[in-house]
């Protein structure tokens, strides 16, 4: 009897966890569990600077599901995508700093970057409409050169920009008197700065993950892939190329616009040197690294990208001491050998990326 | 009017080493559709090279006349750049050649990110200076200035795109290049070395550039690890410019893109009453780029439409 009963039980249990709605609730809150437990981890075990690093980690997953849409929905290259970051940081910074004396609140100002940038996109779309693959390319680069070029010299006749020196003390994201980059102590916890933007942009990645699922398996969505897969197909299905193109720039470049400007907010402080062709480049390879076209793939992605340099800055010193007995090799230059290495690698055993999208084989 | 042939001279230096450069882009997108980001630093591997080993020809006391030095040093930086072009290929596209089509763009990056860094441990942040071989003299030419380097550039530059153009359109070999660069796969089917076209394609690209290489550190006397990438970005915007797989498009595109920025740099702050100064060059040459490419969707010369997209 006794047995029969502990029988029962495992059966019943085992039913519990084997049946799929529960399964997946148990893993959404284990996951969520660790996502808030991550920053206290990892201040405790490797340091503060990497709660920074995992900050940034989270701006660039921001950018890279905005450059998915258009370079892994719809199939448009873009190598000047870093511009609507820019575009982003900058609106903030001017409207968030003693550069105009203005100081308005975040909520004020993430709407008003989003709509800027999603203009420069259409702005940026517009006249490129008949380009095909690699003109586009080209011209989307020229575009973001466009851009850092001016913000590194408008600060003459008229100081906008403040030229190559850049905007300093910009506003943080604060409700009340609650500055977010302050170190608070709640319930007995200290939440460093870092710490709390951690929980924002956790927040906001999460939500740009929601909405380009939601997008994916959207008229729209499915729309793109069809112009990125076959235009004149998609043309004679009776989709508006221009005004879907022009969409998927638009809705990239606002992505890129709000992470821009979350960017200017943590680190209060932007210049033109963030904006540099390079950094286009390091979104493009998060996406396709990844896997262009799946959100979770680009995520994945993303978070390698941003982590891997930061991990061979720690290890290229000791690395070389332990194996070779003393420093050979200028440490920063082997981190970027070893990183253009790790790039050639992974696209060489996996060429549609790490996690690719089932659409595309 | 002097001004305006100054700057003339200037932009038709300046663009004959970007259609050296952008020969080597337009042949290999001609061939593979591929973007090769590192074939800008080739060209920086070939200064480089050349500027080695002219101090180490010079430290020896034999008995080489400075031409002879020169000489050795760029055909050394041919062999080097064209064997590291031929192992680049082997290793980074080829495995890639049916893969998607940003595959090879994303090992591309990673090989100009491997050169670079690579390029720096061996020499040095700093830059170097181009040692003088030669003594610069100055010509006058109807009020504007022009150097022997100058005219040495031009005329090579010239005399080399007129080898290419011979080889490509009247040897054996240059039929199967185009052949193969029309349609691999028949190109195959007729007897051509698909493979053994690709590797040469990319030798001759990067002895081309190893030549830019030289040209480039001699006119401006230096040389740096990161030259590469901002010269290659302007031989890459030269090459869409005259019609990116084209091959004639490449140099006109080049010797073009060179005017536009030197003219633009020395009239821009007249035409927009001094708003913009010459920092703006760069934006000047980049609209003329979106500013044709609206008008000719596949650039000056460009008459197939590039359905890779």
Sequence with gaps: MKELLTDHKISSLKTYFTSYRHAVWIGYVMIAVALIVLPFLVESTIGRTWVRILDFALIYGMLALGLNIVVGFAGLLDLGYIAFYAVGAYTWALLASPQFGLHLPFWVIIPIGFVVAGFFGVLLGAPTLRLRGDYLAIVTLGFGEIIRIFLNNLDHPVNVTNGPVGINLIDPISIGSVDFTKTQEIFGLIFSGAHIYYYVLLLLLLVSILVCIRLENSRLGRAWVAIREDEIAAQAMGINTRNVKLLAFAMGASFGGIAGGLFASFQGFVSPESFILLESIMVLCMVVLGGMGNVWGVVLGTFILAILPEVLRDISSPLQENILGKVWLDPESLRMVLFGLALIVVMLVRPTGLWPSKKNN | ?309
Excluded at chain 2, 104 to 109: M, S, W
Excluded at chain 2, 179 to 201: D, F, Q
Excluded at chain 2, 262 to 274: H, R
């Design chain 2, 1 to 309: 009017m002097d001004i305006f042939l100054q700057q003339l001279i200037n932009g038709l230096v300046l663009g004959s080493v970007y259609a050296l450069v952008a020969l080597g882009y337009t042949m290999v997108y001609g061939i593979l559709g591929l973007i090769n980001f590192a074939h800008g630093e080739v060209v920086m591997v070939g200064a480089m090279v050349v500027l080695s080993m002219i101090s180490l020809l010079s430290s020896f006391p034999l008995p080489l006349g400075s031409e002879l030095i020169l000489l050795i040093s760029v055909v050394s930086a041919i062999i080097v750049c064209s064997t590291l072009a031929f192992f680049m290929e082997k290793v980074a596209y080829r495995p890639l050649r049916n893969a998607p089509r940003l595959a090879p763009l994303i090992t591309a990056i990673g090989m100009s990110i491997l050169l670079q860094n690579i390029a720096m441990m061996i020499w040095g942040r700093q830059y170097k200076t181009f040692p003088d071989l030669f003594s610069i003299t100055s010509y006058d030419l109807a009020g504007a200035n022009i150097t022997n380097v100058q005219i040495f550039i031009i005329c090579l530059s010239i005399l080399i795109m007129i080898a290419l153009l011979l080889l490509i359109n009247l040897t054996r070999i240059g039929r199967a290049m185009r052949a193969t660069a029309e349609n691999p796969s028949i190109a195959s089917l007729m007897g051509v070395n698909v493979n053994t076209i690709i590797s040469l394609t990319f030798v001759i690209g990067a002895a081309l550039a190893a030549v830019a290489g030289v040209l480039v550190s001699a006119n401006y006397s230096v040389a740096h690890y990161s030259m590469g990438f901002i010269l290659g970005l302007k031989a890459f915007t030269a090459a869409v410019l005259g019609g990116i797989g084209n091959m004639a498009g490449a140099m006109i595109g080049g010797i073009l893109l060179g005017l536009i920025e030197s003219i633009g740099a020395g009239y821009i702050s007249d035409i927009t009453g001094g708003f913009m100064g010459s920092h703006y060059q760069d934006v000047f040459a980049f609209l003329v780029l979106i500013v044709v490419l609206v008008f000719r969707p596949t650039g000056i010369m460009g008459e197939r439409i590039a359905d890779r997209s």
